[in-house]
């Protein structure tokens, strides 16, 4: 009972401490929101380090020098075609629910609720009814995750400013040390082609006694999903394991309250600076002791998105290929150690052998996915198959699809690789579209946007 008293407390000054904050900070975007001129053309690191209102919506992580994943964004995740219940929580109720925001049609209603936003930007940013560069992609989701109230959701914006734009950019070299703990890291998809977040608990001995270290690592993991493994229209959401083996052993009685502090506001941060993101999440391993601790931390409006599963090698391989997962989560893939996470692990075949394209190694042995029991030390043998080095920023940032603002967005829209749906719903805008069904298409997009000088940057420049 003290212990739990301990964590309320704690919790009820930090929330105490946070709204005092945001009521410090009530003119920041008012004063920001002075007339700038257009972004430039920039390297990604000044991308971030020029007026916060300009600062992209995603790709915060720069100067990265470790090589990515031969799986990183692979044919099947570029020409994934989402489902109803892929694009909503909710299918029947739809509203409110939105899992997939861009480069798709989206409701009367949620266009309403853009435009009572830019109304409620118009109110407090005298007189412009543009918003900020760092939010623009990102209005839906902020505004579903508030309701759909224009007043609350931009007190969010406010929190994204503070959260995520005032640490920008943050430099790989600057975060390898703690990447290396690997108590956070990517580690393959789901067979909907979602990216998957670990989080070891274990491994956050040293790490949950800074805040600010944590928040900061948090964010450039994230960063770069957005970045590199996410595709607007068709995966735009990801799922999370969190690991509470041995968890027990990092905790001391009297460090409680800091350390929950500190998971509050990751959790705070995970939810609020990048919301609508998180489609579930599976807690592994959890010790009775652990467990008002963690209710604590979970934000009431997400707690049916939780939930704690016992068997989990069994469970998981509802939702993963064996060969997306490591061996103490049921899968195939080796168990990694913490300095072996970094750079992030992706893997062919998330959807099963039959959709990965067929890869051989130098003895022409064929490396898909396997189902084995023996667990794949490496995939250094493997064929490359990520698509990564043909895109660039804008392929990864899609458009939110505003039809009381469609000059805005409606150019590059159409020179994107739409799903069937969504060129179907452009075309009836009147802009004839070709739906995007094979990896040649695909790769043609990416060409004609490398050769259209209306685009401000090209595709195939990787920031």
Not at 427 to 451: F, M, N, R, Y
């Amino acid at each position: 009972m003290t212990k739990q008293r301990w964590i309320r407390r704690a919790l009820s000054n930090v929330t105490s401490k946070s709204r005092k904050r945001s009521q410090s900070n009530c003119t920041d975007l008012e004063e920001l929101s002075e007339v700038v001129p257009p972004m430039p053309a920039a390297k990604s690191t000044a991308l971030f380090t020029q007026d916060p209102m300009k600062v992209p919506c995603m790709g915060g992580c720069v100067e990265l020098q470790q090589e990515h994943s031969k799986h990183l964004l692979p044919e099947e995740v570029v020409l994934f075609e989402p489902t109803e219940d892929e694009m909503f929580a909710e299918p029947k109720a739809r509203h409110g629910s939105r899992l997939i925001f861009l480069n798709t049609p989206l409701l009367p209603s949620e266009v309403d609720a853009l435009v009572a936003l830019r109304k409620e930007w118009m109110r407090r940013g005298k007189g412009r009814d543009e918003l900020p560069e760092f939010i623009r992609l990102s209005a839906l989701r902020i505004m579903q995750h508030k309701r759909f109230d224009p007043s609350r959701a931009m007190d969010l914006v406010q929190t994204c400013l503070d959260e995520r734009v005032r640490r920008l950019p943050l430099r790989e070299e600057d975060l390898l040390a703690d990447l290396s703990y690997g108590a956070m890291y990517w580690h393959g998809r789901d067979r909907k082609c979602r990216p998957c977040l670990v989080v070891r608990i274990e491994r956050f001995a040293e790490l949950i006694k800074e805040r600010e270290r944590c928040i900061r690592m948090t964010i450039f993991v994230l960063e770069y999903a957005l970045r590199f493994a996410i595709v607007p229209g068709r995966v735009e959401n990801w799922v999370v394991l969190v690991d509470f083996e041995n968890a027990s052993d990092i905790m001391s009685f009297y460090q409680l309250p800091a350390m929950c502090l500190t998971a509050k506001a990751l959790s705070q941060t995970v939810e609020s600076v990048y919301c609508c993101r998180m489609v579930w999440v599976k807690l592994l391993n959890l010790p009775a002791i652990l467990s008002c601790i963690v209710q604590s931390v979970i934000p009431a409006d997400k707690k049916k998105k939780v939930s704690a599963i016992e068997d989990h090698k069994k469970e998981l391989l509802k939702y993963f290929e064996p060969s997306q997962l490591e061996a103490r989560y049921g899968g195939t893939r080796r168990d990694l150690k913490g300095h072996e996470t970094y750079p992030f692990r992706f893997y062919p075949g998330c959807r099963g052998a039959m959709t990965a394209r067929p890869l051989t190694c130098e003895s022409g042995r064929s490396t898909a996915s396997s189902t084995s029991d023996s667990t794949v030390d490496t995939e250094s043998e493997e064929a490359v198959t990520s698509l990564h080095h043909l895109t660039g920023r804008k392929f990864h940032e899609g458009q939110l699809w505003d039809t009381s603002a469609t000059d805005r967005w409606i150019e590059q829209a159409a020179e994107s690789s739409l799903p069937p749906q969504a060129a179907k719903a452009l075309s009836s805008l009147g802009h004839s579209v070709e739906p995007c069904l094979s990896l040649d298409q695909w790769k043609d997009h990416c060409k004609e946007a490398t050769l259209n000088p209306g685009l401000k940057r090209k595709h195939i420049i990787s920031l």
